[in-house]
């Protein structure tokens, strides 16, 4: 298959698959069960329910101001722009809530996740480029090139403690903390930084020769091929991956009526006010870098634009693109046996108001405390920023409207239904009709748990 760099680029941008962490219709909802921990971690003693199941969650979510699709096809946004793409998915399977009591509970999730970024400075781009000529002739004018590209996904187990730690007559105080055992599977990287190149004209062509720049590539080691030469099997390839602990913690609030009952009375539903603080994915995931994995500076004088489309047309293995990229720079060396991608830690700030007859206003305010903008670190991040989401629930039905402003300014109006055991959610409603833009996603829940609105009322009001 021929290829180079240009067109592995854009293929990354066209083919990533569309973010995770946020089930937004759920935010601050005490019918969230099991999963209300991946927003807080001290939200399991806040359930409606005694126990939960929920069977299986999926989430894809993705952001980009580069990718737009027309009659069923992706075409990519013309024009000179800073781009970007950033995506996670989170798959779950099997997790468990259970409230021995009112006032303690536990929880498991075994989850998937990953997370995808891409960034450039600006530069023109068009679905016309097919070469590394085609690329620089359209660029002739940008100063230099920069870009960046970072992949991690992970298997983790999410165990989970919460409890109440002070209540009065018409408050409650809770805590929680949730340890994350992370088992790292896949990760890849690669940095383009501050290529330049002179354009020299002929009497039968143009030239553009690269004068200046570097850049760096890594992926993890299960990728490559066993000692014998052949392809890692599932066995290889999950035994040769790093496991790491990260820390989610949390703290929720509860507000109630003044009334002359006693506060025994009070439970996870009839709050007035509902306020949240969190600090979520403390910590990084670790993973053993390829042989291959190099970093490259000082161009080698005479390296053109044709040259580059002539070392990079048939590229199969990181073997080969270390190979290539050697020949393109007088500096080739070996990176750490070991490399690190911090995880999306961020500060979760959440306030879900009750206004009677299964109202609700949640307002979620997403803090990251990474940034991907950087060339230099591994890191990755969350897109929410801030959602407003009313909602009208009960224990078996439930109509959801998240309005959100992400992390990179877009503004997205989405909507969920659940009906029993189901919840369906679409991030962006413009994805009905038609995408102009391909930021965006969806979600979906399966859950088990009492069904019963007695049973679950007269179990919470129920004295500890």
């Given at each position: 298959m021929k290829k180079n760099l240009i067109t592995c680029f854009i293929l990354l941008l066209c083919l990533t698959r569309p973010e995770a962490q946020s089930y937004q219709s759920t935010y601050g909802s005490a019918y969230a069960g099991s999963t209300a921990i991946r927003n807080n971690p001290s939200a399991s003693v806040n359930s409606a329910y005694k126990w939960d199941l929920t069977l299986f969650t999926a989430q894809a979510r993705a952001s980009t101001n580069s990718l737009f699709m027309r009659n069923d096809s992706v075409f990519l946004n013309g024009g000179s722009r800073s781009r970007?793409?950033?995506?996670?998915?989170?798959?779950?399977?099997?997790?468990?809530?259970?409230?021995?009591?009112?006032?303690?509970?536990?929880?498991?999730?075994?989850?998937a996740r990953s997370y995808n970024h891409v960034r450039t400075a600006p530069i023109f781009a068009s679905d016309s480029i097919y070469s590394i000529h085609d690329f620089i002739v359209q660029n002739r004018t940008t100063p230099y090139l920069e870009a960046f590209v970072t992949h991690t996904g992970w298997i983790q187990g999410d165990f989970n403690y919460s409890r109440v730690l002070s209540e009065n007559h018409n408050s409650k105080l809770t805590g929680g903390l949730t340890l994350q055992v992370m088992k790292n599977i896949s990760a890849?990287?690669?940095?383009?930084?501050?290529?330049?190149?002179?354009?020299?004209?002929?009497?039968?062509?143009?030239?553009?020769?690269?004068?200046?720049?570097?850049?760096?590539?890594?992926?993890?080691?299960?990728?490559?091929?066993?000692?014998?030469?052949?392809?890692?099997?599932?066995?290889?390839?999950?035994?040769?991956?790093?496991?790491?602990?990260?820390?989610?913690?949390?703290?929720?609030?509860?507000?109630?009526?003044?009334?002359?009952?006693?506060?025994?009375?009070?439970?996870?539903?009839?709050?007035?006010?509902?306020?949240?603080?969190?600090?979520?994915?403390?910590?990084?995931?670790r993973y053993k870098s390829s042989e291959f994995s190099s970093q490259f500076r000082n161009i080698d004088p005479g390296i053109t634009d044709m040259t580059m489309d002539q070392k990079f047309m048939n590229i199969q293995s990181g073997r080969d693109l270390r190979d290539s990229l050697a020949t393109v720079f007088t500096s080739?060396?070996?990176?750490?046996?070991?490399?690190?991608?911090?995880?999306?830690?961020?500060?979760?700030?959440?306030?879900?108001?009750?206004?009677?007859?299964?109202?609700?206003?949640?307002?979620?305010?997403?803090?990251?405390?990474?940034g991907t903008s950087g060339y230099k670190r591994l890191?990755?991040?969350?897109?929410?920023?801030?959602?407003?989401t009313p909602r009208w629930e009960t224990l078996n039905w439930g109509f959801y409207l998240p309005i959100q402003y992400n992390s990179q300014g877009q503004f997205h109006i989405g909507a969920a239904l659940k009906a029993g055991p189901l919840v369906l959610g679409i991030h962006n409603l413009q994805w009905v009709k038609q995408i102009k833009n391909l930021s965006g996603g969806g979600y979906l829940m399966l859950s088990i748990h009492p069904f019963n609105k007695r049973k679950v009322i007269s179990k919470l009001d129920c004295p500890e």
């Amino acid at each position: 298959m021929k290829k180079n760099l240009i067109t592995c680029f854009i293929l990354l941008l066209c083919l990533t698959r569309p973010e995770a962490q946020s089930y937004q219709s759920t935010y601050g909802s005490a019918y969230a069960g099991s999963t209300a921990i991946r927003n807080n971690p001290s939200a399991s003693v806040n359930s409606a329910y005694k126990w939960d199941l929920t069977l299986f969650t999926a989430q894809a979510r993705a952001s980009t101001n580069s990718l737009f699709m027309r009659n069923d096809s992706v075409f990519l946004n013309g024009g000179s722009r800073s781009r970007f793409l950033h995506n996670n998915i989170d798959i779950s399977l099997f997790n468990v809530l259970y409230k021995p009591n009112n006032r303690h509970a536990f929880a498991f999730n075994l989850r998937a996740r990953s997370y995808n970024h891409v960034r450039t400075a600006p530069i023109f781009a068009s679905d016309s480029i097919y070469s590394i000529h085609d690329f620089i002739v359209q660029n002739r004018t940008t100063p230099y090139l920069e870009a960046f590209v970072t992949h991690t996904g992970w298997i983790q187990g999410d165990f989970n403690y919460s409890r109440v730690l002070s209540e009065n007559h018409n408050s409650k105080l809770t805590g929680g903390l949730t340890l994350q055992v992370m088992k790292n599977i896949s990760a890849a990287y690669g940095r383009v930084s501050k290529m330049s190149y002179l354009e020299s004209k002929t009497s039968t062509d143009t030239v553009y020769t690269f004068i200046t720049g570097g850049g760096s590539f890594g992926y993890s080691s299960n990728y490559d091929e066993t000692a014998s030469g052949t392809t890692s099997s599932t066995k290889d390839f999950l035994k040769n991956t790093l496991t790491n602990f990260g820390l989610s913690l949390g703290v929720e609030y509860l507000l109630y009526a003044e009334a002359p009952t006693t506060y025994q009375q009070n439970n996870a539903m009839n709050y007035q006010w509902k306020i949240g603080v969190s600090l979520m994915d403390l910590g990084a995931n670790r993973y053993k870098s390829s042989e291959f994995s190099s970093q490259f500076r000082n161009i080698d004088p005479g390296i053109t634009d044709m040259t580059m489309d002539q070392k990079f047309m048939n590229i199969q293995s990181g073997r080969d693109l270390r190979d290539s990229l050697a020949t393109v720079f007088t500096s080739a060396d070996s990176v750490a046996t070991k490399f690190k991608i911090g995880n999306p830690t961020r500060l979760v700030i959440n306030v879900d108001r009750s206004f009677g007859n299964n109202l609700y206003v949640n307002a979620d305010l997403n803090i990251n405390l990474h940034g991907t903008s950087g060339y230099k670190r591994l890191l990755t991040r969350e897109i929410n920023l801030l959602t407003v989401t009313p909602r009208w629930e009960t224990l078996n039905w439930g109509f959801y409207l998240p309005i959100q402003y992400n992390s990179q300014g877009q503004f997205h109006i989405g909507a969920a239904l659940k009906a029993g055991p189901l919840v369906l959610g679409i991030h962006n409603l413009q994805w009905v009709k038609q995408i102009k833009n391909l930021s965006g996603g969806g979600y979906l829940m399966l859950s088990i748990h009492p069904f019963n609105k007695r049973k679950v009322i007269s179990k919470l009001d129920c004295p500890e």
